[in-house]
């Protein structure tokens, strides 16, 4: 990953997204990005309010932390990687019922951490990508919301696209729902028309 002071002409590039932008939102149209740290509790801790759905705290853009051996969000990770060549395709050559593609790529922070982000836009230069920073950083000093970063496909650990009122993908969300109380998960999913695997 090169983060770029220089603003990378998305528009002269395969633009995968047309510049929507979804600040302050997690979870695909609402893009959340969560962060994965040495042995840690799955809590929101510092000065995150923990009060709320997970739906709330996306909405105010929060991190989530989980432990870095977590099986569901291992599994998770497996999954959307396996599905990332299927998503790149259809993001080259979208159906025009097909919008808010994004996808989420680590960035290292301070203490053997890393935190989460949705770039969205993106595009594909060559053998790379470029896309923004599309969440507010809490954790990382290197890069700011908005910021253009290149990034290769290997370092994508997620993805998301909208169709027909449905999100697709975002399997990073599906397992963060794993913990919260089934009620709340199953009233996400509903409101953001997420599907997950039992």
Partial sequence: MTMNSAPINLDACLLVEDGL???GFGLGGILMRWAV???ALLVLTGCFDEAGTLADRAKRDELAQV???DPHMAAAMRKSREALPDFLTLARAPRPTTTNFAVKIGIPAEGNRTEYFWIQPF???GSKYAGRINNTPRMVKTVKFGQTIEFSEDEIVDWVYH???KMHGNYTACALLKHEPPDQAEAFKK????TCDP
């Fill in 123 to 125: 595009a594909q230069h």
């Fill in 67 to 69: 432990e870095r051996d």
């Fill in 191 to 194: 409101e953001f028309g997420l």
């Fill in 21 to 23: 932008a979804w600040k």
């Fill in 163 to 165: 169709e027909g009122g």
């Fill in 37 to 39: 740290l040495l042995p």
